[in-house]
């Protein structure tokens, strides 16, 4: 949708456009005029320049003049229940420097603990994946229901995880990390011309890799037809290096043991699994339960003689 009241004269950032072409690879040569018609951000109409809201949102000198409602909210709360704010802000700009901003936030205030090698240099062990939680950052921005005016996107950090929430409408017949859609493919692909996330709906599936790579549990999502969540939390190494303690990383290698064998025999059943992961039966099945929820598992066919399918 065109945006009528920017006026590429007074609303046009110079310097962003330029961060833009060296983040993107192209060549600083370029016409302003000639590379967001060419990026679809902007069309000639008349011999007149007009700017689509994606072009705003990220060449504009105050997106937010334009779309105040781009604004990404991110608070720290001292409590697990999120009552007492330490620190809150409304973090504005460009989209791709929201990202960076809120992902500075998340750097703040996470902790790190030390492992100490022998060398001179000690290893640095984070809070937090931060490389996933920057993912989940592009996406919830990337698919935002910019329609909806009274939402912004929030990241708030508990003392014990980050979540990420955002306005989206769900496409029908979702089903995660299977269904592919970009709601806003202007915004996609110039996030990708950026190196932000990739155009091929594969951002949950680099999360999870990132998680598993530095030791963290998957992230937990949920979401309605107008919400979607994503809570991170601490890594396991991390707990153990400060500590603490970690009952989740008993529940997550019983549950990727139990994806584990039925990958391998999909034909298995409940006692065999709890046989196979000393589990009790009460405990596959309640496994089972949430994996299915997660839709990280189905059954087809019926109890006796149907097989288990594991999302990829």
């Given at each position: 949708m065109i945006e009528t009241k920017f006026d590429y004269r007074k609303d046009?950032?110079?310097?962003?456009?330029?961060?833009?072409?060296?983040?993107?690879?192209?060549?600083?040569?370029?016409?302003?005029?000639?590379?967001?018609?060419?990026?679809?951000?902007?069309?000639?109409?008349?011999?007149?320049?007009?700017?689509?809201n994606s072009g705003v949102l990220f060449f504009a000198k105050n997106p937010q003049k334009f779309i105040s409602w781009s604004v990404f909210t991110v608070a720290l709360f001292k409590d697990k229940v999120g009552v007492d704010i330490i620190d809150r802000k409304e973090i504005t700009g460009s989209l791709f420097e929201i990202v960076e901003q809120v992902m500075d936030f998340v750097k703040l205030y996470s902790k790190v603990a030390y492992r100490f090698t022998g060398k001179p240099q000690r290893d640095?062990?984070?809070?937090?994946?931060?490389?996933?939680?920057?993912?989940?950052?592009?996406?919830?921005?990337?698919?935002?229901?910019?329609?909806?005016?009274?939402?912004?996107?929030?990241?708030?950090?508990?003392?014990?995880?980050?979540?990420?929430?955002?306005?989206?409408c769900k496409p029908k017949n979702f089903i995660l990390?299977?269904?592919?859609?970009?709601?806003?493919?202007?915004?996609?692909?110039?996030?990708?011309?950026?190196?932000?996330?990739?155009?091929?709906g594969s951002g949950m599936k680099r999360i999870k890799d990132i998680c598993k790579a530095q030791n963290?549990?998957?992230?937990?999502?949920?979401?309605?037809?107008?919400?979607?969540?994503?809570?991170?939390?601490?890594?396991?190494?991390?707990?153990k290096m400060a500590g603490g303690n970690s009952p989740e990383e008993g529940r997550e290698k019983s549950r990727e043991k139990i994806l584990e064998i039925i990958r391998a025999n999909p034909q298995v059943t409940i006692?065999?699994?709890?046989?196979?992961?000393?589990?009790?039966?009460?405990?596959?099945?309640?496994?089972?339960?949430?994996?299915?929820?997660?839709n990280l598992l189905k059954r087809i066919g019926p109890d006796k003689g149907g097989r288990w399918v594991v999302a990829q």
């Open positions: 046009f950032d110079n310097s962003k456009f330029a961060t833009f072409l060296k983040l993107s690879g192209l060549s600083a040569s370029i016409k302003p005029k000639d590379a967001v018609v060419n990026l679809d951000a902007a069309q000639l109409q008349g011999g007149k320049l007009h700017f689509n640095e062990i984070y809070e937090y994946p931060f490389e996933a939680i920057r993912e989940a950052v592009i996406n919830s921005v990337m698919h935002k229901d910019y329609f909806e005016r009274g939402h912004n996107n929030i990241l708030k950090f508990f003392p014990d995880r980050i979540q990420i929430e955002n306005i989206w990390n299977k269904t592919i859609f970009r709601r806003n493919h202007i915004i996609a692909d110039l996030l990708s011309r950026i190196h932000f996330g990739e155009k091929m963290a549990p998957n992230p937990k999502v949920d979401f309605t037809d107008t919400h979607f969540y994503i809570v991170f939390k601490q890594s396991y190494e991390y707990l006692s065999e699994l709890a046989a196979s992961t000393g589990l009790s039966v009460k405990g596959i099945e309640k496994n089972i339960r949430l994996l299915k929820l997660e």
